[in-house]
């Protein structure tokens, strides 16, 4: 069994001004870095270890796994970034309001407003991750099916690493939509769970069989 556990960065200054942050970056706020403190501290309180330490390659996850690592006082660990785990790439939405590309979205499908949409959180994601390609004009943004292989690759590789140096627990700091777009690969039998930052999911393989849960 091997075990890996997911941690969506701490708050950013572009999550606090309720703006769209995928491919671009934007520095960790106090609240953020309290929040990875916090995961820190949970993660020492009981002890758990971890065989690497793996990261989306944006400054934001980089630097939640620091404060992660010097809290939880783990022995020392060069954190690997892998650009398999960034987030979803938005394109010419990058940096925008989140309520005004929201509106867009939904209006390209008719609805005026969330509540006549009536949609599912999954429902929802599906809807930002199928529309924001076929809007964007930069050719910058991500297809859904690029997004999940890209996903299904780093996840690989970090098995894969667990396999050549014997071990059975990583370490992954990610972030909100590669999280969301996991649940629903791993665990589409449930709602849609909603990924805070600072958020932790673990992952568990069991020869070939995987199982998604939010962590207690």
């Known amino acids: 069994m091997k075990e890996i556990y997911i941690v969506r960065h701490g708050e950013t200054l572009l999550n606090a001004l309720n703006r769209v942050q995928g491919w671009i970056d934007s520095p960790l706020t106090e609240k953020g870095r309290q929040q990875a403190r916090e995961?820190?501290?949970?993660?020492k309180e009981r002890k758990?270890?971890?065989t690497a330490v793996f990261s989306s390659d944006r400054g934001r996850a980089l630097a939640t796994a620091q404060e992660i690592l010097e809290t939880a006082a783990l022995p020392l660990q060069q954190v690997q970034?892998?650009?398999e785990?960034?987030?979803f790439g938005f394109g010419e939405f990058e940096g925008q309001s989140n309520p005004e590309v929201i509106e867009k979205v939904l209006?390209?499908?008719g609805y005026q407003s969330l509540e006549e949409a009536s949609l599912s959180r999954k429902d929802f994601r599906q809807l930002i991750t199928r529309t924001i390609p076929r809007l964007?004009?930069?050719?910058y943004a991500e297809s859904?099916?690029?997004f999940n292989q890209r996903l299904l690759q780093g996840l690989e590789q970090i098995l894969t690493y667990l396999d050549q140096h014997s071990g059975n627990r990583a370490l992954l700091v990610a972030h909100g939509v590669v999280m969301e777009q996991l649940w629903m690969l791993f665990a589409r039998e449930q709602e849609l769970a909603s990924i805070k930052n600072g958020q932790l999911l673990i992952l568990t393989e069991r020869q070939g069989q995987f199982e998604l849960r939010l962590a207690d």
């Open 48 to 50: 758990i270890y971890f």
């Open 144 to 146: 859904e099916e690029s």
């Open 81 to 83: 970034p892998m650009q």
């Open 85 to 87: 785990w960034r987030e």
């Open 136 to 139: 964007d004009s930069s050719g």
């Open 107 to 109: 209006l390209a499908h």
């Open 39 to 43: 995961l820190g501290r949970y993660l």
